[in-house]
């Protein structure tokens, strides 16, 4: 296991599990109703994150929503660039760029990302070479269709070995493209063409994915899945997305991706202890008890 990621000068440490902030710049976004469109009160979002104990802040200018059409390059372009500009200088952990594009990578790259983020595993016309290109290290996440299409019928007849092999096979065409192995983070797409079963499926079968030597990245927060099997709207998710993310973590994930900083956090923070106490008092360095 790589235990540590190079974002562009940035050193991210994957030696235990942390978390990302989701910092949506889209209009349409469905979490944020667009409070987060402009740069500044993007940075006031991605500071109150980084003070909350984010790793990494998650910059995405294409709304992934299921049944979305995408957005132009200009226009994902002219969302996130100001932002990451603006960001420059201003956090202190790396700013990872949620996208698919080719010219909007090497645009944020020049801006000062850190990290690519590609829902698309690189698989768009050109973006093998744009990601080689850059040096930077890639999110690849397992998408079943496109996000226009994706729920429509998600079929599998073993989800996790499907999306496992997926993923194994976009890991050694990137590498075979010249990006290392070192530079790789693995996502199973959680709702992207997946049922709750499969959702369910993917969550319980993180061990597996997570035995490959490759960081895992699980974003599950606010998601349909929480959602449907507690019946619960949007605002109503947070505990939900905990327990998701507090299963993710137990399971080997290293980067959650999540809306609620503070509390996913904490989250991890108690899985990484119990991991690193599993074998009973005097077996670790700890300090002791109370
Ligand atoms: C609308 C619907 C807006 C869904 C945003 C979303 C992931 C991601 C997203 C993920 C990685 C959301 C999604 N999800 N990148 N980008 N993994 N690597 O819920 O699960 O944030 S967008």
């Known amino acids: 296991m790589s235990l540590s990621l190079d974002c562009g000068g940035y050193r991210l440490d994957l030696s235990r599990p942390c ?15 667009g409070d987060f469109v402009g740069a500044d009160a993007a940075v ?15 910059v995405g200018g294409e709304s992934t929503r299921p049944g979305s059409r995408g957005v132009s390059t200009h226009e994902e372009l002219s969302r996130i660039i100001p932002v990451l500009e603006a960001l420059r200088g201003t956090v202190s952990v790396p700013v990872s760029v ?18 690519i983020n590609d829902v698309m595993a690189l698989r768009r016309p050109g973006a093998l070479e744009a990601a080689r290109e850059i040096g930077l ?4 996440m397992h998408m079943q269709g496109t996000p226009q299409t994706m729920q429509d019928n998600p079929r599998y007849s073993d989800v996790v070995g ?33 049922t709750d079963p499969h959702n369910a499926a993917l969550l319980a079968g993180l061990p597996r994915l997570a035995a490959h030597g490759v960081p895992v990245l699980a974003g599950l927060s606010r998601k349909s899945l929480v959602g449907r099997v507690l019946g619960r709207a949007l605002p109503e ?26 509390e ?15 074998d009973g ?10």
């Open 19 to 33: 978390v990302m902030g989701i910092l949506n710049v889209t209009p349409d976004s469905f979490s944020d109703g």
């Open 44 to 58: 006031a979002h991605a500071r109150a994150m980084e003070a909350a104990g984010a790793a990494i802040i998650d």
């Open 98 to 115: 949620d996208t698919s594009k080719p010219e909007v990578m090497r645009a944020a790259a020049r801006a000062g990302a850190g990290l």
């Open 137 to 140: 290290p890639v999110c690849l």
């Open 162 to 194: 499907e999306v496992e092999a997926f993923l194994l096979e976009r890991l050694s065409v990137v590498e075979a493209a010249g990006i290392p192995a070192g530079q790789v983070i693995l996502d199973p797409g959680f709702g992207f063409g997946k």
């Open 237 to 262: 998710r947070l505990p939900g997305s905990i327990a998701a993310a507090t299963i993710a973590a137990w399971s080997g994930a290293r980067i959650i991706r999540a809306h609620d900083v503070a």
């Open 264 to 278: 996913t956090v904490d989250a991890v923070r108690l899985v990484d202890y119990v991991i690193n106490n599993a």
């Open 281 to 290: 008092p005097g077996a670790a360095s700890g300090q002791g008890g109370y």
